[in-house]
Every structure is written in C-alpha cells, then in structure tokens.
C-alpha cells in the first residue's frame, strides 16, 4: 500500500477517534511509532490527548525527546508517575534490580511502574490509541486496528497496525518529525533503561526488551491479549 494512502487513513482514523470516542488519549512510550502518532494527532486531531508513564527508570533520551515536543508542538504530555510507596515497598524488599533476577519480579515491577499507573491514565476514557504493529513481533502479528479492550473497558486503536517499520521512518524523515536518539543507536523499542538494549542483526524489533528472558513473554502487561471482540471503523 501506498504510504500516502496509509497516512491518510491514519489520519481519517484519529478524526473518528477524536470526533466519536471523546475523551480519547494516545499513549505514548517516545519511540517511533508513537512520534508519528504524536505528529499526526497535533497536526489534524488535537482534541485526544497524549500522555506517557513516567517509570522513573527511563532513558535520558526520552526524557530529552519530552522537551523537543514541547517546543515543536506547543504541548504537555501528561505524565503518570508510579505511586510513591510501592516503588519504597519494592526497593525495600528487592533491592533495584531485581529484575533481573527472576520473570515474576520483573513483571511486579512493571506492574508497579507501568500497568497501575496507565489505569489511572484510562480512567474516564472512551477510547486509548497505541503505536503497535503487526511487524514488531510474531505475538503482535495479528493486531487489529481496533478492538474492544475489556479490562480497561473502552475502546483501543493501532492506527499504525499495518504499517512497517520502513513506512515509519519514511514519515519521519518527510516531515521531520523529533524521534528519541536511541533509535541512532541501534534501538528498535523504547522502555526503561534497564530493560532495554540495542539490536544485533537479523534480530526482531522487540528483542531488545528483556533480552534475558524467554521470547514468548516479552510484554509488559500494559496489552493484554484477551479482548472481547473487534470493534468497526
């Protein structure tokens, strides 16, 4: 498919979203795909809002790219935070880099800095936007544009879903969008610093994130896969 045609039905879809899903917000991580989204929201639908989830653990590069959208579109992303006495909790108990030690810790640390803080991020919304695609791994090779997300109940779009990573950066560099500069550094996915690395050739897009643990179980949790149907653009 034609890239201009795939930008124009991104963009037709973020209309819909903003016009019939309000309130309606993007979630944004900084990477790639997400700073298309971000472009696209700012230029043509920038009634849905975008927020990120602040992990405390994240790169200085994202933290960087934060403030080059602020300059260049004029706005805030909202930023969740997780709660304060959870992170104490854990450290506590854990010491910082448990995460390394065994699957269930590090997933009761996403839990802690990303899950439980994107539900209040979702709180009163109708509808959330993501930036996934289809390429980025096999366990993501069957994303729909839109389905009903049933734990959260409301709606989630993946405008991006059929796009390749080769169409992102083909948008990128036509409209000179700001992107996180790990990406220059052999970055594929964005996360937290400690859970997140460079790609060795012929590796996945997702492979950088917990390269220590089975490929199978590379989520975070913030998707799950459950839905209980596909909703109609």
């Not at 993007?26 to 989830?53: Q, W």
């Not at 050739?201 to 949790?221: L, S």
């Amino acid at each position: 498919m034609d890239i201009k045609l795939k930008v124009s039905e991104a963009t037709e879809t973020l209309k819909t979203i903003a016009r019939e899903y309000a309130p309606a917000t993007l979630a944004s991580s900084l990477g790639a795909e997400d700073m298309v989204l971000t472009d696209l929201i700012c230029k043509h639908a920038p009634a849905i809002e975008i927020f990120t989830l602040d992990t405390g653990r994240l790169p200085e590069e994202t933290y960087r790219l934060i403030q080059l959208i602020r300059g260049r579109y004029g706005r805030t992303l909202t930023a969740y935070f997780p709660r304060a006495e959870a992170v104490q909790q854990y450290l506590r108990q854990h010491g910082p880099n448990a995460i390394y030690e065994s699957m269930e810790l590090r997933k009761a640390c996403c839990h802690m800095r990303k899950v439980e803080p994107l539900q209040r991020a979702l709180e009163g919304k109708k509808a959330w936007v993501t930036g996934m695609r289809r390429q980025q791994s096999l366990s993501r090779k069957d994303l729909p544009l839109a389905e009903w997300d049933e734990d959260h109940q409301l709606h989630k779009f993946n405008p991006l879903a059929d796009w390749t990573r080769d169409e992102v950066w083909e948008y990128i560099r036509s409209f000179d969008v700001p992107y996180n500069a790990l990406h220059d550094k052999g970055y594929a996915s964005i996360g937290c610093a400690p859970c997140t690395r460079a790609l060795a050739v012929g590796e996945d897009e997702r492979a950088g994130r917990w390269w220590w643990e089975e490929e199978t179980a590379k989520e975070c949790g913030l998707h799950p896969k459950r839905t209980a149907g596909v909703t109609q653009q």
